[in-house]
């Protein structure tokens, strides 16, 4: 048995966690109670051994599938020769005055007969900590079907008749009729007794009730541009993959999806990298979420308050550090593609372009008015301290090879970058009475602008390059303009782009970041082919081809609108960890450098529901 492509999954979740579901009604991907957590799913990765929880009906269907407009509420309808039925998928929202109290977490799925006579078909298989526990599911009568593992209680409840499978987990049919409904709510508690919601109508209130508190939070978007659809789901996938307890944002919410199909650059994204925060600021602060980009910026502040003045590379959703790696051989992974990793060693790596990124997501807190305390005044003057005495090493760089520390010429902008902020901070009278060394701050600018603007240049080539006196070329030298380094329309940064373009171009949207990855076999990347859209709309090309490239990206997601780390170039495959927070960033602020400098022109109101819509279809 194989596993769905990635491209063929839709992600829900709670503000905790996320489950993938894929278009056959499985759920290949679940890990509770928190991103980082141990899988209760994971077919995703081995079919055979990691658990799937599949609802679909017996034999050939033809299926579609959305989420219910401006929600994270996913319907995947089934037609088939006998009836159509839709599956709805989501984890409540719970209102916090609601007067009766609620599990830790809950997985709803409430099935509906629309039309004729269809037999469900039911396979429950919960595989505990990456498939290696050996719990069983139990019979607790008017309790459910429970399990138990490390301290938490999976209870399962339903109105559908299942039995046990000799091999495991559980299986049913159950034949429905235009009109029934059945429900399935799976809760996890390990801080006392269980709560166990009922199901029934209960459970299509929930669902109505958890529409209600999307659409409430998508209503806060200010952007009206032509691209609604597409800019309001990836403000929804950053929604779902923001730890609400802490506001960290997860780069995705899995592991081990491969890069290169059968390779081992198989790597753990569930957690919060420092280099999205400028990024992640932008883009949530130019969409109207004030509070999440604050929320944001703070656990970034707490997060690197415990290991000033070193700012390490990620951390976990609560601001620890975590930097253990382990292998999980017992898992064929995604397609064979080997080995399975739980964590992540590129957390004890030197990558200096974190300083910039992170200043300047402070930055941009400080610029609309947010208040920064004295002791966080004073880490950041550590920062900048470190910084002048660090920017001149080698380090990994901003793509995390573990193949030896370089030169990286973006690693020396994003240190730019953070002086340059710092210096900013200062001229508007943040600092206040915090005393920062101006003068070594701004001699280590002006070198570092001098190292960039003569090594890191090649007069053959006529382009800034990958290292210092190099001769490769990447994506990320894009980003001199978004950080203010050098202009746009310059005819330096032009003829960089001509470069680019000429070796990491694929096709008339797609970058790679650089020629590694072309020699190696991996995906376009996502994130830079979104730069590369902001950069021609700040004067790098014309608007209409910023556009362009802009549509043509758009139409590469998936059929709910997601987005992998990568893609391929020639299929359009989507490759590596999915969904990919980093790659729908890139779409919001893509979108939102067109809306800057887009001409005068009648407004275009997209309601989701125009004639030929996926919404009118359904």
């Known amino acids: 048995m194989r596993p769905a492509r990635i491209h063929d999954y839709a992600l829900i979740g709670d503000g905790h966690s996320t489950a993938l579901v894929s278009r056959a009604g499985a759920i290949d991907w679940l890990c509770w109670p928190r991103f980082d957590s141990p899988s209760l799913f994971a077919a995703i990765l081995d079919p055979e051994v990691g658990g799937t929880w599949r609802l679909h009906p017996v034999g050939p269907s033809r299926v579609t599938r959305r989420y219910v407009p401006d929600t994270n509420v996913l319907e995947t309808r089934f037609d088939t020769d006998g009836g159509t039925l839709v599956v709805t998928d989501l984890m409540p929202l719970h209102e916090k005055h609601l007067a009766f109290t609620q599990p830790e977490r809950e997985l709803l799925r409430c099935v509906s007969c629309e039309r004729g006579e269809v037999t469900l078909e039911v396979l429950y298989d919960p595989r505990p900590d990456y498939g290696r526990a050996k719990a069983q599911v139990k019979d607790g009568g008017n309790l459910g079907w429970r399990q138990e593992h490390d301290g938490w209680l999976y209870t399962l409840r339903t109105d559908v008749p299942l039995q046990p499978r000799p091999e495991g987990g559980l299986h049913g049919r159950l034949t429905l009729r235009a009109g029934q409904r059945v429900h399935f709510s799976l809760t996890a508690t390990n801080d006392g007794p269980a709560v166990l919601p009922p199901v029934g109508r209960f459970s299509w209130g929930q669902v109505e009730r958890t529409v209600k508190a999307w659409r409430g939070w998508v209503s806060r978007c200010r952007y009206a541009g032509p691209c609604r659809e597409a800019v309001v789901r990836s403000a929804l996938v950053l929604k779902l993959l923001t730890f609400g307890p802490s506001g960290g944002l997860v780069a995705a919410p899995t592991t081990s999806l491969p890069e290169v199909m059968g390779g081992q650059d198989n790597w753990d994204y569930r957690f919060c990298w420092v280099r999205d925060s400028a990024f992640t600021a932008r883009a949530l602060y130019g969409l109207g979420y004030e509070a999440e980009a604050e929320a944001f910026v703070s656990w970034l ?153 003569t090594r890191g240049w090649n007069r053959r080539l006529h382009s800034y390059v990958r290292v210092l006196d190099g001769d490769e070329v990447d994506a990320d030298l894009l980003l001199m303009a978004w950080y203010g380094f050098e202009d746009a329309r310059s005819e330096r940064m032009r003829s960089t782009y001509r470069r680019i373009e000429e070796r990491l171009g694929a096709g008339d949207a797609l970058l790679y970041r650089n020629e590694n990855d072309i020699q190696e076999g991996s995906g376009a990347f996502g994130i830079c082919s979104f730069w590369k859209v902001g950069f021609l709309a700040k004067g790098g090309g014309s608007f209409a081809e910023a556009e362009r490239a802009f549509e043509k990206l758009l139409g590469l997601a998936n059929d709910v609108g997601l987005f992998a780390e990568e893609v391929d170039a020639e299929t359009g495959e989507a490759r590596g960890n999915f969904p990919q927070a980093f790659t729908h960033v890139g779409l919001i602020s893509a979108a939102l450098e067109l809306e800057e400098v887009r001409p005068w022109r009648e407004p275009v109101w997209r309601t989701g529901r125009e004639e030929g819509s996926e919404e009118a279809r359904a």
């Open 301 to 453: 502040l707490r997060a690197t308050w415990l290991t000033q003045p070193r700012m390490h590379v990620f951390y976990d959703v609560y601001g620890r550090l975590r930097t253990g790696e382990e292998e999980l051989p017992h898992l064929r992974g995604y397609e064979g593609s080997r080995p399975v990793r739980v964590g992540n060693a590129a957390a004890i790596q030197l990558q200096l372009d974190s300083y910039g990124e992170a200043i300047d997501a402070v930055a941009q807190l400080a610029r609309r008015g947010g208040h920064l305390d004295r002791e966080e005044l004073k880490m950041l003057k550590r920062f900048g301290e470190y910084v002048t005495k660090v920017w001149e090493r080698p380090d990994e760089g901003i793509w995390e090879p573990r193949t030896g520390k370089r030169e990286h010429t973006f690693s020396r902008l994003s240190c730019w970058a953070a002086l340059d902020r710092l210096l900013e901070l200062y001229g508007r009278g943040v600092f206040r009475n915090v005393r920062i060394p101006m003068e070594r701050f701004q001699q280590a600018r002006e070198r570092l602008r001098e190292e960039i603007e």
